[in-house]
């Protein structure tokens, strides 16, 4: 999967963000710019309607008739770049005096000049009729003077000023991505860093990354040696699990290979029933070594509390473990008892607690030795259900029990009864797996083993 490019994703929000608002500024903008061009415009026709009005005058001769004498100067004050048209007219009491007859006549507004946007001649223009008095005595002749011009001149204005502002907002556009394109890569250094660190590690290094890293990035490089912890812890757990488990399989492969080389050069048929008598045990022991090995890759599948869980009685599991492997005791001269009650019950698999349980039972009787007493007490303390192996066999040092009590820990050596650390890894990995522990004592009056499974009871908190 290609990534996506940090920078370009922040410009692009960046030019997207500031074009939207550039075009708001810029409606905001040209409006402001044509009310501040009709307020230019709207002083101009004003003072020209003025300039027009201060030449009509009453002719005293002429039975005082109005009479406009229009100065070209104050229509060519409304000249402009744009080339715009200029119109006027003059009314007096008796109408159209001057002009242009068909042009519109602003009606007064209130304080003697009216205003208005139109169309004359199919072009749109600007009004401003000024309304005034000519001097007859002591009333005077009422006259309006109405000035016009086209409104190029406006729109030229509007759109020069929106131009530069258009103009200016983009330079700090193009200014605004130019410096987040320079401060991401700034800030995108220490990550650079950080991947040139982890380019450089061997694929064996899996020490914490030490490098220099911005707040914002604290957690991801947190994150990243946490995992690398959990990845070197379980590298290590399985490199010594690996050979561990190699040296238990390799074993009694070897016992049966060696005792069917033996059956092969036998003389007489009892040596030989004794020789494959041999091999078939190694091979069975073989058989026991790779199920467990199955069920703790299963459980490494799994993970811990992903195994399924329903309601299990431990105590009755027990007892009918006990039960199955009365005979092999007998046959080995051990005293196999147990104590307890059914009612136990946990959340749990009852076939990886089974396999559990019968691990502990089978570790006692292979290496608690004849004559031994071996006893699977189930009790209820607290909030826990606790089924607890006793055998007053040797036991089993203290170093060795911390060890060997751990999930994963190192294995043991075979013994005679092949694989103890491999059974006790897989009954510390199911107790993980429903949130229990497998605890390793000296069994009472220090001699033996107690291997003690402690899971929490269903419905305690």
Not at 44 to 51: D, F, Y
Not at 61 to 71: E, H, I, K, S
Not at 320 to 336: K, S, W
Request: net charge neutral; charged share 20%.
């Amino acid at each position: 999967m290609t990534g996506y490019s940090l920078r370009r994703r922040l410009l692009a929000w960046l030019l997207a963000s500031t074009a939207v608002l550039g075009l708001l500024a810029l409606a905001d903008t040209r409006a402001e710019a044509l009310r501040t061009a009709q307020g230019v415009s709207d002083r101009v026709l004003a003072g020209s309607a003025i300039a027009i009005a201060e030449r009509v005058s009453v002719d005293v001769q002429a039975d005082g008739a109005l009479v406009a004498d229009v100065p070209y100067s104050a229509l060519e004050m409304l000249s402009s770049a744009a080339q715009d048209r200029v119109f006027y007219r003059i009314d007096g009491p008796a109408g159209f005096l001057t002009g242009y007859d068909a042009l519109p006549v602003v009606a007064d507004d209130g304080d003697g000049l009216g205003l208005a946007d139109t169309t004359f001649l199919g072009t749109p223009i600007r009004l401003a009729t000024l309304y005034r008095r000519a001097a007859t005595g002591f009333e005077g002749t009422a006259f309006t003077v109405t000035v016009a011009e086209s409104t190029r001149a406006r729109r030229a204005l509007a759109d020069t000023i929106l131009l530069r502002s258009a103009l200016r907002l983009a330079g700090m556009i193009a200014g605004a991505a130019a410096i987040v394109w320079v401060a991401v890569t700034l800030a995108l250094r220490p990550l650079d860093r950080l991947g040139e660190a982890l380019a450089q590690r061997s694929p064996d290094d899996l020490r914490p990354l030490t490098a220099a890293a911005p707040a914002e990035v604290q957690g991801l490089v947190g994150a990243i040696n946490g995992f690398m912890a959990r990845l070197g812890s379980a590298l290590a757990a399985l490199r010594n699990f690996s050979g561990n488990a190699g040296h238990q399989i390799r074993t009694p492969l070897a016992v049966a290979r060696a005792q069917l080389a033996l059956a092969g050069r036998a003389a007489d048929g009892g040596a030989r029933q004794a020789a494959l008598a041999k091999a078939d045990a190694a091979l069975v022991q073989a058989e026991r070594v790779l199920r467990q090995l199955l069920l703790l890759a299963r459980l490494d599948a799994a993970g811990p509390g992903a195994a399924s869980a329903t309601p299990v009685d431990l105590g009755a599991l027990a007892r009918d473990l006990v039960a199955d492997r009365v005979p092999l005791a007998a046959e080995r001269g051990m005293d196999l008892g147990f104590d307890g009650q059914a009612g136990l019950y946990v959340r749990g698999e009852a076939v990886l607690l089974g396999e559990a349980l019968g691990n502990l039972l089978d570790n006692a009787l292979a290496y608690a030795g004849p004559g031994a007493t071996v006893t699977l007490i189930a009790r209820e303390t607290g909030a826990e259900a606790r089924l607890t192996v006793i055998d007053d066999g040797p036991g089993l040092p203290a170093d060795r029990r911390a060890r060997l009590a751990q999930p994963r820990g190192p294995l043991a050596e075979p013994g005679p009864g092949g694989g103890l650390g491999l059974g006790l890894s897989i009954v510390a990995e199911i107790a993980r797996a429903f949130d229990g522990q497998l605890v390793l004592e000296a069994g009472p009056g220090g001699r033996g083993l107690a291997a003690e499974l402690r899971l929490p009871l269903l419905g305690a908190a």
